[in-house]
């Protein structure tokens, strides 16, 4: 009830002060926008629980290559303890392929975070800035709090 009342008092001060066709291509345009932020906040927040989740099973992926690896390094030592021997036959093979696999995690590592930091900006980059309001005030409707002040 109060949020009709607080349109109506928007609605005949705009018809005043710009006229009917105004006020109402102005009211047009302002439902317009805030349909078309709220669109792009679902977009962007559906996005980045994609991205999340994707996170995620990538740390988990990671998290079980590194049990991989811990489990091989302790079984080397255990083996070379056993043997007497510092040496293997295949000694230049296994480290190759552990480099490699750090490395190609690390980079998927470095590119899943860039790519949630990239999100998170783009989420942000839909709040709208209105000068002359102060900070922390709160409504249900806006138009109604600027015509207000």
Do not use: H
Not at 26 to 55: H, M, P, Y
């Amino acid at each position: 009830m109060e949020d009709d009342t607080c349109e109506d008092m928007l609605t005949a001060n705009a018809q005043e002060r710009m006229g009917t066709a105004n006020a109402v291509s102005l009211w047009d345009g302002l439902a317009t926008v805030t349909k078309e932020i709220r669109e792009i906040k679902q977009v962007v927040r559906s996005d980045l629980a994609t991205f999340k989740e994707e996170f995620n099973g990538f740390q988990e992926e990671l998290n079980v290559v590194r049990e991989q690896i811990e489990s091989k390094l302790s079984e080397k030592r255990a083996t070379r303890t056993k043997k007497g021997n510092r040496g293997s036959t295949n000694k230049n093979q296994w480290p190759g392929r552990l480099e490699y696999r750090s490395k190609t995690s690390s980079l998927k590592e470095q590119e899943l975070k860039e790519k949630l930091t990239d999100l998170e900006g783009r989420s942000r980059s839909n709040n709208m800035r209105i000068f002359g309001i102060p900070e922390g005030a709160k409504g249900d409707s806006i138009p109604c709090y600027v015509d207000k002040t």
